[in-house]
């Protein structure tokens, strides 16, 4: 079955990193488009960035080059990395793969950034 599993979260200082990465099996990564999406409290799910099967990327307006996503399609695995963290970054961060009509979640890892 289709699995898709976020670590890497927890608590950090604002101005800290934090590394996430999305494990995943039961379909062809390389196929898919992958994203990290973030809710917090209250808050609509928005994107935070997203790489394409080919690799190439985007991000969110907000991120301002503070978080990289990459992929490895050996390790069918997808990362963001985010530096300068802020409190306002403070959400739970869920991964996505999309491809045609087939769009999974995983369950999410929370991340907080409070001092």
């Known amino acids: 079955q289709v699995q898709l599993v976020e670590s890497g979260g927890g608590l950090v200082q604002p101005g800290g990193s934090l590394r996430l990465s999305c494990a995943t099996s039961g379909f062809t990564f390389s196929l898919y488009a992958m994203g990290w999406y973030r809710q917090a409290p209250g808050k609509q799910r928005e994107l935070v960035a997203v790489i394409t099967s080919g690799g190439s990327t985007n991000s969110a307006d907000y991120v301002g080059g503070r978080f990289t996503i990459s992929r490895d399609n050996a390790k069918n695995t997808v990362y963001l990395q985010m530096n300068s963290l802020k409190p306002e970054d403070t959400a739970v961060y869920y991964c996505?793969?999309?491809?045609?009509?087939?769009?999974?979640w995983g369950q999410g890892t929370q991340v907080t950034v409070s001092s």
């Open positions: 996505n793969a999309d491809w045609q009509t087939l769009t999974y």
